[in-house]
C-alpha cells in the first residue's frame, strides 16, 4: 500500500500485516499493521519505523513521498522491536539524521543496535522540535507500555501520534476510523480496542488515568490521534479517549462471563446452573472453557465483564485491585441436586450484584 496524507504534508508510511496470527502471545485473528509517519516540512521527519520484516514495505513508502536520504530527524516513540527493528536500515539510508529519543530508550536501543555512529537528542516532556512549519512536542509516557515509551504532540495540525496508546489489532485496506466503518461495525472496532487493551495496557490502568490527566492538563487541541497499530482516529478522536476513560475507572458491559476448567465435567456442571440464575436476573452470560479457548479471548471477555466471585482467585482478583463477590461457591466432586440449587441462587445474587456495581455509572 502507498503513502497516505494524513494532514497536510504529513502521511502514512507503514506496513499492513494481514498474515500475523499471534502477537504478544495473544492471537491477531484479524492481522496487524505497523503504523509509522513522514512530516514532509523544511526539516523532514520521520516518527517511528516498523517491524523488520517489512522495512522494505516503509522505505518503498517513504521513498513515494522523498527520498530517505533528505530526512533529518527520526522521532522513536517507542523501542518495541514491532516499531523499531527497521531503525537500522533506514538509518543506513540516512546517516546524518538525528534520533529524538528519551533517556530509556536510547539505553535500551544501545542493546539493539550498534549506536555508535549514530547521533542522538535525549528529549523529556515538553521538549519541542521545530520542523519548520511544525512544531513537535514530546510527551513521556513510561510504561504504557515500556518504559522507553513517548508520545508526539504536532502542534500545528492538532495531532497526537500516540506510539501504542488508543491502538488496535486489525489489518484493513482503509486508515482511517470512518474508512473503516464504511466496511465494519462500529461494535466490531470497539471490541478490538477492547481486545488490544485487555492484553497489552490493562495493568498500567492508573499510569493511563493519570497520562490522559496530564495531556488534558496540558490543554493540547487535538483532532486526530495516529496510534502505532490499527486504525487512525480521525473522524472522532474523542471517543477513543473516552473508551480508554471508562476503562480505567472500571466500567464495563452489564454482563457476566463464566471461565471454567473442568477434568471430570464436575466444574462444568456447575457452570449451568449459575449460568441460569444470572439468566433469569436478565443479565447477558457467556461461558468458556479455559482449555477449549485461546486464553487472550478470555482475557479480553473477563476484562469486558470485570469482576470474579471464584474462591481460590480471591487473592490474585485483590492484587488487580477488581471487586469480589464473597462468599465463593465450592462443590466436593460431582454436583447434587442440592448442590446444583446453590449454583443457581449463587448465579442470581452474583447477578444482582453486578446490577449494584454498573448503577455507579
Given at each position: 500500500?502507498?503513502?497516505?496524507?494524513?494532514?497536510?504534508?504529513?502521511?502514512?508510511?507503514?506496513?499492513?500485516?494481514?498474515?500475523?496470527?499471534?502477537?504478544?502471545?495473544?492471537?491477531?485473528?484479524?492481522?496487524?499493521?505497523?503504523?509509522?509517519?513522514?512530516?514532509?516540512?523544511?526539516?523532514?521527519?520521520?516518527?517511528?519505523?516498523?517491524?523488520?520484516?517489512?522495512?522494505?514495505?516503509?522505505?518503498?513508502?517513504?521513498?513515494?513521498?522523498?527520498?530517505?536520504?533528505?530526512?533529518?530527524?527520526?522521532?522513536?516513540?517507542?523501542?518495541?522491536?514491532?516499531?523499531?527493528?527497521?531503525?537500522?536500515?533506514?538509518?543506513?539510508?540516512?546517516?546524518?539524521?538525528?534520533?529524538?529519543?528519551?533517556?530509556?530508550?536510547?539505553?535500551?536501543?544501545?542493546?539493539?543496535?550498534?549506536?555508535?555512529?549514530?547521533?542522538?537528542?535525549?528529549?523529556?516532556?515538553?521538549?519541542?522540535?521545530?520542523?519548520?512549519?511544525?512544531?513537535?512536542?514530546?510527551?513521556?509516557?513510561?510504561?504504557?507500555?515500556?518504559?522507553?515509551s513517548m508520545m508526539t504532540y504536532v502542534k500545528e495540525a492538532r495531532l497526537l501520534i500516540s506510539q501504542d496508546a488508543f491502538g488496535q489489532h486489525f489489518a484493513s485496506a482503509g486508515r482511517f476510523d470512518d474508512e473503516f466503518?464504511?466496511?465494519?461495525?462500529?461494535?466490531?472496532?470497539?471490541?478490538?480496542?477492547?481486545?488490544?487493551?485487555?492484553?497489552?495496557?490493562?495493568?498500567?490502568?492508573?499510569?493511563?488515568?493519570?497520562?490522559?490527566?496530564?495531556?488534558?492538563?496540558?490543554?493540547?487541541?487535538?483532532?486526530?490521534?495516529?496510534?502505532?497499530?490499527?486504525?487512525?482516529?480521525?473522524?472522532?478522536?474523542?471517543?477513543?479517549?473516552?473508551?480508554?476513560?471508562?476503562?480505567?475507572?472500571?466500567?464495563?458491559?452489564?454482563?457476566?462471563?463464566?471461565?471454567?476448567?473442568?477434568?471430570?465435567?464436575?466444574?462444568?456442571?456447575?457452570?449451568?446452573?449459575?449460568?441460569?440464575?444470572?439468566?433469569?436476573?436478565?443479565?447477558?452470560?457467556?461461558?468458556?472453557?479455559?482449555?477449549?479457548?485461546?486464553?487472550?479471548?478470555?482475557?479480553?471477555?473477563?476484562?469486558?465483564?470485570?469482576?470474579?466471585?471464584?474462591?481460590?482467585?480471591?487473592?490474585?482478583?485483590?492484587?488487580?485491585?477488581?471487586?469480589?463477590?464473597?462468599?465463593?461457591?465450592?462443590?466436593?466432586?460431582?454436583?447434587?441436586?442440592?448442590?446444583?440449587?446453590?449454583?443457581?441462587?449463587?448465579?442470581?445474587?452474583?447477578?444482582?450484584?453486578?446490577?449494584?456495581?454498573?448503577?455507579?455509572?
Amino acid at each position: 500500500m502507498n503513502a497516505v496524507e494524513i494532514k497536510s504534508n504529513i502521511y502514512w508510511v507503514g506496513a499492513i500485516d494481514w498474515g500475523i496470527r499471534d502477537f504478544h502471545g495473544y492471537i491477531t485473528q484479524n492481522g496487524t499493521t505497523y503504523n509509522n509517519y513522514l512530516i514532509m516540512d523544511e526539516q523532514v521527519t520521520l516518527l517511528d519505523t516498523v517491524k523488520y520484516d517489512f522495512a522494505g514495505t516503509t522505505i518503498d513508502n517513504i521513498r513515494s513521498v522523498v527520498e530517505p536520504s533528505k530526512i533529518k530527524n527520526i522521532i522513536i516513540n517507542h523501542i518495541e522491536p514491532d516499531h523499531v527493528s527497521s531503525l537500522d536500515k533506514i538509518m543506513a539510508l540516512t546517516p546524518e539524521a538525528v534520533i529524538y529519543i528519551t533517556a530509556m530508550g536510547k539505553k535500551g536501543l544501545d542493546r539493539l543496535f550498534d549506536t555508535s555512529a549514530w547521533k542522538f537528542r535525549i528529549v523529556k516532556t515538553g521538549d519541542t522540535l521545530n520542523t519548520g512549519r511544525y512544531n513537535l512536542m514530546f510527551i513521556e509516557t513510561p510504561m504504557i507500555h515500556w518504559p522507553d515509551s513517548m508520545m508526539t504532540y504536532v502542534k500545528e495540525a492538532r495531532l497526537l501520534i500516540s506510539q501504542d496508546a488508543f491502538g488496535q489489532h486489525f489489518a484493513s485496506a482503509g486508515r482511517f476510523d470512518d474508512e473503516f466503518l464504511s466496511c465494519f461495525s462500529a461494535a466490531e472496532l470497539e471490541d478490538a480496542v477492547k481486545d488490544y487493551y485487555a492484553n497489552i495496557l490493562m495493568p498500567f490502568g492508573k499510569l493511563i488515568k493519570s497520562k490522559i490527566a496530564e495531556i488534558q492538563k496540558l490543554g493540547l487541541e487535538i483532532d486526530m490521534i495516529a496510534p502505532d497499530h490499527g486504525i487512525i482516529w480521525r473522524k472522532d478522536p474523542l471517543k477513543i479517549i473516552n473508551m480508554y476513560l471508562d476503562m480505567v475507572n472500571g466500567k464495563a458491559d452489564l454482563s457476566v462471563v463464566i471461565i471454567y476448567d473442568t477434568m471430570w465435567h464436575s466444574t462444568e456442571q456447575m457452570t449451568l446452573p449459575i449460568m441460569q440464575g444470572i439468566k433469569d436476573e436478565e443479565i447477558e452470560c457467556r461461558v468458556i472453557k479455559l482449555r477449549a479457548t485461546q486464553v487472550s479471548a478470555a482475557i479480553k471477555e473477563f476484562w469486558k465483564a470485570r469482576g470474579g466471585a471464584v474462591k481460590g482467585a480471591y487473592d490474585e482478583f485483590r492484587k488487580m485491585g477488581l471487586e469480589i463477590f464473597e462468599p465463593g461457591i465450592q462443590v466436593l466432586y460431582k454436583t447434587s441436586s442440592a448442590d446444583e440449587k446453590k449454583c443457581y441462587e449463587f448465579g442470581r445474587e452474583f447477578a444482582r450484584k453486578v446490577k449494584e456495581y454498573h448503577q455507579k455509572f
